[in-house]
């Protein structure tokens, strides 16, 4: 596999690579490039082959649109790039942004059809151009009908102001909801699902993976190496390190928990096996997933992203893919068994009965 390994995103005619270029650290947040640094990332996925840039407006405050924007201009490769960006954030109070003071604008974040049409507009101005590839919904705000937000995303694809939209962090529902509001409409519809998913983060399995199958969405998992975590820079006994994991992040303490620290010790016993960097095995273990079709890598220096790149040359054993699979099964609850193989035994007799689309994930 390369960068150029190119295929659909969900059931859709959107063609992105393997790998999506994430562009968090672009502009100067707390885990920020500056200018030279991020036009250096992105050159550097773009002379990879790599097509997908993946933006937010709320990223260092819009600078991450800016740069981005501004890249892809002076490149002339508005055409090649899938541009992808987000709304949703209300950037008064989102915690990736430094000012959470004071209670902003409330139509200023969500996924009401004021906000959208509001930060579409900013996002336009600040990427310089005139439609986006790719509209994703940041975050469901937990009140907008889902039939609102299909009805504006959609009446925007029609408009031309963007090709395609999107669900980040929703529960499996929304989508699910979404996918049928828009073809009993017949209107367009979400074509992919952005979640947090790695080897430590496989809850989403359970309903978020069947929901996008079932409703033509591509699965494209962020934070694959958990925030730094599944770099293996962090150690048991010293947690201290520069990295977004030390002091205050989104992720807090979550990641440094013992089934976590097992299964990056599982991961590393692979890497030494094969002489790779863990984080490679641990992107190489998340490439192989079924559902999934483009990954998010963020990067604050080139190297970064060029060991990240490496990850898609590395094929890893049906044998280590197991003992990754077992050292990182998600505690089974009562939603997942609903899927499971065992419970399809029980209702045929005993009998491993196959379906159509097992090829597609069911574990």
Do not use: C
């Not at 299909?150 to 029609?158: C, W």
């Amino acid at each position: 596999m390369s960068l150029t390994d190119f295929r659909t995103l969900g059931r859709s005619g959107l063609v992105v690579s393997p790998l999506a270029l994430g562009t968090m650290t672009f502009g100067l947040g707390e885990w920020g490039a500056d200018e030279t640094s991020s036009r250096a990332i992105f050159d550097a996925y773009r002379e990879a082959g790599g097509n997908f840039v993946d933006t937010a407006d709320i990223y260092s405050g819009g600078q991450s649109e800016q740069l981005v924007g501004k890249f892809i201009a002076e490149a002339g490769l508005r055409d090649e790039i899938v541009l992808a960006t987000k709304f949703g954030f209300n950037g008064s109070a989102s915690p990736l942004t430094a000012n959470q003071s004071s209670a902003g604008n409330p139509n200023a974040g969500g996924a009401g059809a004021k906000n959208i049409h509001r930060a579409l507009e900013g996002s336009l101005k600040r990427l310089g151009t005139d439609y986006i590839d790719l509209y994703w919904m940041h975050i469901w705000d937990g009140v907008t009908p889902i039939g609102e937000i299909v009805q504006t995303l959609g009446d925007l694809v029609r408009s031309g102001k963007i090709r395609y939209y999107g669900f980040s962090d929703m529960p499996a529902w929304v989508g699910s909801k979404a996918a049928t509001i828009a073809a009993e409409r017949g209107v367009p519809g979400p074509i992919a699902m952005q979640l947090e998913y790695s080897l430590v983060a496989r809850d989403v399995e359970a309903e978020h993976f069947p929901a996008a199958r079932d409703g033509g969405m591509g699965i494209m998992p962020w934070s694959p190496l958990a925030g730094g975590f599944l770099t293996g820079k962090y150690q048991r006994d010293d947690t201290s390190d520069t990295g977004r994991l030390s002091g205050a992040n989104p992720f807090g303490d979550s990641k440094f928990t013992d089934r976590n620290w097992k299964i990056l010790s599982a991961a590393e016993s692979i890497a030494r096996e094969i002489e790779r960097p863990v984080a490679q095995v641990a992107l190489a273990w998340t490439l192989a997933q079924p559902g999934v079709t483009s990954t998010l890598v963020g990067a604050s220096k080139v190297s970064q992203l060029e060991s990240n790149v490496a990850a898609t040359e590395l094929d890893l054993s049906p044998d280590q893919l197991k003992r990754l699979d077992d050292a990182s099964a998600p505690t089974p609850g009562f939603t997942a068994s609903l899927t499971s193989r065992d419970t399809r035994r029980m209702v045929h007799g005993g009998h491993a009965v196959s379906g159509w689309d097992d090829s597609a994930g069911t574990r």
